[in-house]
């Protein structure tokens, strides 16, 4: 095998999104209509990638082909103005954020876009009752 490493020397932002395919074009076509809008421009390109569903409880890609949107600003840049948008454009769609990239989303919105939340609580009751591997983020998009 070879694995092909690359070193970042330019620094961003970048929130993604899942949505269903079915609806990837759709929203990829009104974040580009929001960039429009906005207060400064847009130096980064629009990421668009497609991936078939999977039975995993938290995968952006559970119980359906999802396609992934994915917005970068420069480092230092203003960007809620952007993610923002681009996040009520996804939640149009029933977005499911990249959970390691930035998003503005809680427990209890994340809890209505995946199937299996119960069952990923279940488990995570059942490994960490006393909840020693949660952090204040996670307490944020998971709940306590």
């Known amino acids: 095998y070879e ?3 690359s070193e970042r020397r330019v620094r ?3 929130m993604e999104y899942a949505v269903p395919r079915e609806h990837g074009l759709e929203a990829f076509s009104r974040v580009r209509s929001l960039i ?8 980064f390109p629009i990421e668009f990638r ?3 569903g999977d039975d995993v409880p938290l995968s952006t890609a559970e119980g359906r082909d999802t ?13 809620e103005q952007y993610f923002r948008g681009v ?7 029933a977005g499911r954020p990249h959970w390691g990239k930035l998003h503005f989303q809680t427990a209890a ?22 909840r020693r591997f949660t952090n204040d983020h996670l307490a944020t998009v ?3």
């Open 3 to 5: 694995v092909f490493a």
């Open 12 to 14: 961003f932002l970048e």
């Open 36 to 43: 429009d809008t906005l207060d400064r421009p847009i130096s």
């Open 50 to 52: 497609i991936l078939g």
């Open 67 to 79: 396609c992934f949107i994915a917005v970068h600003v420069f480092r230092g840049t203003p960007f």
């Open 87 to 93: 996040e009520a454009i996804m939640d149009d769609y």
């Open 109 to 130: 919105t994340l809890v209505r876009r995946y199937p299996q939340w119960d069952r990923f609580q279940e488990a995570r009751d059942r490994l960490d009752p006393t």
């Open 142 to 144: 998971l709940g306590r």
